[in-house]
């Protein structure tokens, strides 16, 4: 038996009956189904409630209009992303995700040219990014753009790769940790592996190509 959700195998046995035995063969492969299987899908339920961005609607919603407001990709809307980012944290000082989005405002700033104070930007953006990776071991958005962040004003090449490649592997369909991933092999001069992740990017998502298209990422 394999969980369509997720390919994993839950269970598999062999039994042995005479055709007159048919119902009480039945009994037992329901019990050795119910006795197998029911653990690994409680286990399953608790897995995925430990993956729940937060327990906070405020927080959640906060994070939401701050995602809003970030794709505008105008300087007043990045600026209330990032406040809506903090606020998101201030209600749940655990939400991963919304410390990596915080990161992540900071490096758009400084690809627009908006960053006014790179010293003090750069130290509260890798502090956020550190943040993200630290409390989103298992969150695959805190990952992505909280490595890259440390990348970007770190450049903590080993670090991007290394997170960025777990954001990956614990979502596999979240298309910009492919976006990310394609300008950390860049840097590392891995480029025929670049093209890959950029064009899985735009398989993934076709028409988030317009919202990081105008974003020409290079270091400072």
């Known amino acids: 038996m394999i969980d369509a959700g997720t390919g994993v195998h839950l269970w598999a046995d062999h ?14 492969v329901t019990t050795s189904v119910v006795g197998a299987v029911a653990p690994k899908l409680e286990q399953a339920e608790i897995e995925r409630a430990k993956h729940k961005p937060t327990e906070s609607l405020d927080a959640y919603d906060c994070y939401l209009r701050g995602l809003a407001n970030r794709y505008q990709r105008t300087r007043p809307a990045l ?30 700033r400084q690809v627009q040219g908006w960053m006014t104070d790179w010293d003090s930007d750069s130290a509260e953006a890798t502090r956020l990014a550190r943040k993200a990776v630290a409390l989103g071991k298992d969150d695959a958005v805190a990952l992505s753009v909280g490595s890259f962040a440390l990348t970007y004003f770190v450049r903590d090449f080993d670090a991007g790769i290394l997170f960025n490649d777990r954001a990956q592997q614990l979502n596999p369909h979240f298309a910009l940790a492919w976006y990310l991933s394609g300008w950390l092999r860049i840097y590392f001069g891995e480029h025929d592996l670049a093209i890959k992740h950029f064009a899985q990017f735009q398989r993934m998502s076709p028409l988030e190509e317009l919202r990081y298209s105008q974003v020409s990422v290079r270091f400072r």
Request: charged share 20%; net charge negative.
């Open 15 to 28: 039994f042995d009956g005479a055709p007159e035995d048919i119902f009480n063969l039945q009994d037992r």
């Open 79 to 108: 600026n209330e992303a990032l406040s809506l980012f903090y606020r998101a944290i201030d209600l749940d000082p655990q939400f991963a995700a919304a410390y990596g989005q915080a990161s992540w405002c900071y490096v758009i």
